[in-house]
């Protein structure tokens, strides 16, 4: 709860709008490697001209440098920095939308409307009561298939839980063919 205090109670001490260049970091690196060498290289810029201790990247920013994927980052991008006073500067995507911080209220319910009861154990005189199956369905006997049926599913789930699927076993491999032509020596076939 601290540490959620103090960042309401930073001020921002430096505010700027930059247009970061980032082709001439990540036209060296290999395309696979673009979009991270201009990450690094965003960085680099904030450090540098913000002087600052920590640089953190926005949502919004962050999805227009990934947007075309890997290979393909923006060639520059129009950011806007907010330093606090302990140097962490808050990098967004210029125009992004302000993101709204909403505090979750929790809801209660009075406790007047809730009842509990304390659970007490069951007396001596009264016993666990045992339903037969007859009885439970109202008086209509299940047939014995049907049952039957209910015990072979229980004991399939039973044997699935305990037995694991094993792999059929594995092709032995299959020799070359050896052709002797006219001409020339022994050839492989296959």
């Not at 247009?19 to 395309?31: C, D």
């Not at 001596?124 to 039957?148: F, T």
């Not at 789930?157 to 063919?177: M, Y």
């Amino acid at each position: 709860m601290a540490k959620k205090e103090k960042k309401k109670e930073a001020k921002t001490v430096l505010e700027r709008i930059y247009i970061v260049p980032m082709r001439k970091a990540f036209l060296s690196a290999p395309n696979w490697k673009r979009t991270p060498r201009a990450v690094r290289a965003l960085r680099a810029f904030i450090l540098r001209h913000m002087k600052a201790t920590k640089v953190i990247i926005g949502k919004h920013l962050n999805q227009k440098m990934w947007g075309r994927g890997i290979k393909h980052p923006p060639h520059k991008v129009k950011i806007e920095c907010k330093k606090d006073e302990e140097g962490v500067v808050f990098a967004e995507l210029f125009g992004a939308p302000k993101e709204k911080v909403e505090e979750k209220k929790a809801i209660t319910k009075p406790e007047s409307s809730i009842k509990k009861e304390p659970r007490s154990a069951p007396a001596e005189d009264e016993q666990p009561v045992e339903i037969s199956v007859k009885e439970a369905l109202g008086g209509e006997e299940v047939p014995k298939a049907e049952q039957a049926k209910i015990i072979e599913k229980e004991e399939i789930r039973e044997l699935k839980k305990e037995h694991h699927p094993q792999h059929s076993p594995k092709q032995e491999a299959i020799p070359k063919k050896i052709v002797h032509h006219m001409t020339g020596g022994p050839k492989q076939k296959g």
